[in-house]
Structures are given as C-alpha cells and as structure tokens.
C-alpha cells in the first residue's frame, strides 16, 4: 500500500475529481453533440441524465472507491470475487487505454491551436481559409504524431509524480485559472454581434427534435462528462480520507462540471452563429475551424485565442491524468509496479493506440470514411468507448453498489463521515431509477 497515497485535503480532492470532469468533454464535446442533438432539446436531456442518472452513479463510484480503497478491478474483487465483476473491473481498465487513445489526439490539437494562435496564423482569416487550415493541419501525418506524443508525454509525467504530489497539486492551481479565463470568454461570446441566435437555438428546447439518439447521446455525455463509468471516480475516491463528506463532495463536482459546460454552450453557440455555422453540421474538427475565424474578428482576440487554446489544453491535462491513473492504479495494486513504470507502459500503449484516430482526420482517407459505420475513426472510437462502453460501466456500477454490495452498506460507508439526510432519495435513485432507465435508453437505441 505504500505506493499508493492519499488527498492531502478534501478540497483537494475536489479539485482533482473537478479537474478530471472538466475537460474536452465540456468545452469541445458537448457542444458540438448538443449542436447536433437540437440545441435546446438536447440540453433539457442532458441535465436530467446528470441529475437522475448519473449524480446517484458519481455518489456510487465514490463510496465504492473509499470503502475498498481499491482501483476498480480491486474494488469489486474485494467485495464480489467472481469473474463476472473483476470482468466488469477490467472492462473500465480497457476503456481507459481508450479512451486515452482519442482524447489525447483532440487534446493534442489544442496545443497545435495554440501554437498557431500565438504564431498569428488567425489573423484576417475567413471561414474558408480556416476550414482550409484545419485540413491542412489534421492531413499533416507527422504533426499529429508529435502532437499526441507531446499530450501523452505530459500526462505521463503528471502521473509518475503520484496522486497528492502530481495530480492534486496541479490541480489546485489549474482549475480555478481555468475558471477565470471562461468567465473572461463568456463576456465576449454574449456581447458578439449576432449572439442572441446562438442563444436562442441553446436555451429554446424543440421537443420535436428528442429521438432515441437524442436520448443516448445527451446521457452518455452525461456519463463522459462526469468521469463515470470506467472506474475513474471509484479510483479518485479510493485516495479520499475517511473523513471526508462524500454527497458535498459529489454535489460539488456536479456542479462544477455542469456549470462549466453550460458556460461552453454560452461561449460556442453565440460565437458559431454569429458566423453563420449550421449546427447539424458540427463534427470533431468544427470547433477548431469556426473559433479562429471568432478571434479574428473580436477586439482583443489575439489575446483571447492562444487564452482560449491554452484553457483547452490545461482541462484537458487534468481529465487525461485521471484516465490514465485508473490503469496506473491497476497496475500498481494486482502487479505490484512501481507508479513509473506503470505511467510510462500505459502511457506508450495508449500512444501506439492513438495513432489510428490521429491520422483518421485526413491524413489517411481510409480511416477518415470507414465502411458500414460511415464515420471516421476518432468518431467511432468515441462513440463505442466514450458512449456506449461508459454507459454500460455506469449501469454495472449502479447494479453492483445496490445489489451485490448492498445500498445500506453504501450508506454505512456515508454515515461514516457526515451525515446523509437524503440516503432513502439516493437508494431509489441508485437501484431503480438509474439502472433502469440507462437499460431502457441503451435498449431503445440498440432496437
Ligand atoms: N470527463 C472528462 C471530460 O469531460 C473525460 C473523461 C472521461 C475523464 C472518462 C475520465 C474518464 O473531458
């Protein structure tokens, strides 16, 4: 156990478990699923699933990890050892590598964006110009190479310094930097001419829109969003003292990460419609081909662009530290590795599968139009790892911590530390509400 450390404050931990909320999930995912989603529809879905369904998951996940102090494969081991859970353990340590594998190559573009910003590469761009840029950039096989190495690398490093050394300590510097830097941007997007259309479309829900993909897509944001699923929060929670009030901390999590994507949608949907951009059409690479053109043309925005690039890349740093420590933490619990060694194999496996989606956006075609799917490589990827493998893990987790575990252990655990004044509330939620309505949403998408 010697190796495996502890929070040094409960705002610490909430800080770190924020910090792995809030990433490319909110600022680059969200908003391009709700523009694709119907705005405002997509919204009302989402906000539901993070309340309903995933705030009683998060709540799970947490007292899970701080019960068995265990990375998830442990967690379950400890408390059902049967093949069926550490399966389950195991799948989350795979979705980890993968998710790793994609997210890195788009965190890895924000560090590209920021580059060209600082170099000038925006100045009197148009939209052609900028959609231009972004294929030129994307098609350039050896740049998105570096660029996934140079992300990768980071959080390698971040990692190997341990949980209160690494992780909580950049943390706690980042995420209110990164806060600040938002509420600056928000100002700008809502004062664009233009802007109101943007948030029109964002707050004016169209029910006729919500279908099954709708539904599918807005809870599995949810899911992504908030780090659930993969074990990333029984992971985090494994490092929370016994002291600790778990719901405050899980309430604040939620709140943090809500509050941040919300303030994306107030940031790209007036920006993109100022400009003309149709929604439906939004893809992985059209926030980086529609923001350029958006600094270009606001006062100050040489500044605000290599900002905003910079905020990206920082979020994304502390999201792809708590991925990469759920297979680090596996590792040095069941094999006994250094937390080095775990970091820097991990850490190259998920580079050497990362390369398929760093070259599916133009640099090899085949990967960029695959056949049945009809979709590129990183979209595919995260759909299958980011969506549907999240919501499944989110659904076991749900099972396990009602059933297998018991949900009145769960709250014991609770009680432990604070009090939990809306334990019946929580035990409904986690053992009818949740799992049901995830089987029945991933059921009516599957039928
Ligand atoms: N929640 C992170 C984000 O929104 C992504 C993430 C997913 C992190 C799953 C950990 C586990 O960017």
């Not at 788009?106 to 060209?116: I, L, M, Q, S």
């Not at 709708?214 to 969003?225: N, P």
């Not at 252990?409 to 432990?416: D, H, L, P, S, V």
Request: charged share 10%.
């Amino acid at each position: 156990m010697a190796n495996r450390g502890n929070w040094n404050s409960k705002i610490g931990f909430i800080l770190a478990a924020a910090g792995s909320a809030v990433g490319l999930g909110n600022l680059w995912r969200f908003p391009y699923t709700a523009g694709n989603n119907g705005g405002g529809a997509f919204l009302i879905c989402y906000l539901l699933s993070v309340i309903i369904i995933a705030l009683p998951v998060l709540i799970a996940e947490i007292t899970l990890g701080r019960f068995t102090q265990k990375n998830p494969v442990g967690a379950y081991q400890t408390i059902r050892n049967t093949w069926l859970w550490k399966g389950v353990g195991f799948i989350g340590v795979a979705s980890g590598f993968m998710i790793l594998s994609f997210y890195s190559v788009v965190a890895g573009w924000t560090v590209g964006y920021f580059t060209k910003s600082v170099r000038g590469h925006f100045i009197g761009i148009t939209p052609t110009i900028a959609k231009e840029q972004f294929g030129t950039f994307a098609a350039d096989s050896l740049f998105q190479l570096v660029l996934l190495s140079i992300f990768i690398l980071l959080t390698i490093y971040v990692v190997s310094k341990g949980v209160s050394g690494g992780i909580e300590k950049y943390s706690k510097i980042l995420m209110p930097m990164l806060l600040g830097i938002l509420l600056l941007m928000l100002i700008r997007s809502l004062t664009l001419k233009g802007a109101s259309e943007g948030v029109e479309f964002y707050l004016n829900p169209d029910f006729s829109k919500i279908t099954a993909k709708t539904i599918v897509a807005a809870m599995g944001q949810a899911f992504f969003s908030l780090s659930l699923g993969m074990g990333t929060m029984i992971t985090y929670g494994s490092y929370l003292s016994k002291k600790d009030n778990i719901p405050s901390a899980a309430a604040w999590v939620v709140g943090i990460d809500t509050l941040v994507a919300i303030m994306a949608g107030f940031i790209i949907f007036p920006a993109l419609f100022s400009q003309g951009m149709n929604p439906a059409d939004w893809g992985p690479g059209a926030m980086f081909e529609a923001l350029p053109v958006l600094f270009d043309k606001m006062p100050l925005g040489m500044l605000f662009g290599p900002l905003f690039f910079l905020l990206l890349a920082i979020a994304a740093l502390t999201s792809t530290i708590s991925i990469l420590e759920v297979p680090v933490a596996y590792f040095i619990d069941q094999k006994g590795w250094g937390r080095k060694k775990a970091a820097c194999i991990i850490g190259a496996i998920a580079l050497l599968f990362g390369i398929p989606s760093a070259l599916s956006q133009g640099a090899v075609p085949a990967l960029g139009k695959l056949p049945l799917v009809n979709t590129d490589f990183l979209d595919l990827w995260n759909f299958i790892w980011g969506n549907l493998s999240l919501s499944i893990g989110a659904l076991m987790v749900a099972i396990f911590v009602a059933y297998v575990w018991k949900s009145q252990k769960a709250i014991a655990e609770i009680r432990g530390s604070s009090t939990f004044k809306l334990a019946p509330l929580w035990e409904v939620l986690i053992k009818y509400i949740s799992p049901i309505l995830i089987f029945i949403i991933l059921l009516g998408f599957f039928l």
